[in-house]
């Protein structure tokens, strides 16, 4: 049974480009979160997404990200323009349903430097 | 606002000794607390967690209990080893946080030969 996967693992980026992550869940999970890590810093919530629905997307910054998880494939968190204070790592956990007390199982993050 | 509070943010022991973490959240309503471990350049690692209706629970030598009025929980490890070295986060599901999880700040811990 897989885990939650995410790539690229690494991604460098020049001011200005955009960044695409990826994540797809663990079999069975319908619920994606993606979180922003800088580092030496803890885990910060950007957003919550279910099949074809945001949820809570309110530790998103307003501009230049955006966040979709289709029907099929996987879930994507998409920079546009990026800045040198977009570099940090950005994982994403899924858990199986929406309900308060399930586990969310990290995926092994992307870590974006933008030069 | 809805937040989680977690001390110390650097511990340090000897090998064998124990390593106690805590943290405080705001929610009463919050009723399910898990304990990530990250070692550095990995992934977060649900190392053990806690629903509300029991007071604590153990994993060989990791515990953690809660106190539901006093709105806090904790981390204990005994018997510590050098591999337990690793930043620990606490979390809380905050229904007024809108059903996500809400960490703490983490806790770097040292475990000295």
């Known amino acids: 049974n897989a885990g939650v996967m995410q790539n690229p693992r690494h991604l460098v980026r020049r001011r200005g480009q955009e960044a695409r992550l990826r994540c797809s869940p663990m079999?069975?999970?319908?619920?994606v979160y993606w979180y922003r890590q800088l580092p030496e810093e803890g885990l910060k919530f950007m957003v919550y997404?279910?099949?074809?629905?945001?949820?809570?997307e309110s530790g998103m910054p307003k501009e230049r990200f955006s966040a979709e998880f289709p029907k099929e494939g996987p879930s994507i968190l998409r920079i546009q323009q990026v800045v040198r204070g977009d570099s940090a790592a950005y994982f994403c956990?899924?858990?199986?349903?929406?309900?308060?007390?399930?586990?969310?199982?990290f995926g092994p993050g992307t870590r974006l430097t933008v030069l | 606002g809805e937040n989680v509070e977690q001390h110390p943010s650097t511990l340090s022991v000897q090998e064998g000794d124990s390593a106690v973490i805590k943290c405080t959240y705001s929610?009463?309503?919050?009723?399910?607390f898990p304990w990530y471990k990250q070692e550095l350049g990995k992934r977060p690692q649900l190392i053990i967690d806690?629903?509300?209706?029991?007071g604590e629970k153990k994993d060989q030598r990791i515990a953690v209990t809660l106190n539901k009025t006093a709105k806090h929980f904790s981390l204990h490890i005994t018997e510590t080893q050098p591999e337990d070295s690793a930043v620990y986060f606490c979390?809380?599901?905050?229904?007024?946080?809108?059903?996500?999880?809400?960490f703490g700040t983490g806790t770097q811990l040292k475990v000295e030969l």
């Open positions: 956990a899924s858990s199986p349903r929406l309900a308060n007390t399930d586990t969310q199982y």
């Open positions: 079999k069975g999970h319908s619920h």
């Open positions: 997404l279910q099949k074809e629905n945001i949820i809570d």
């Open positions: 929610d009463s309503a919050s009723n399910y």
């Open positions: 806690i629903r509300s209706n029991v």
């Open positions: 979390a809380a599901y905050l229904p007024g946080g809108g059903n996500k999880l809400t």
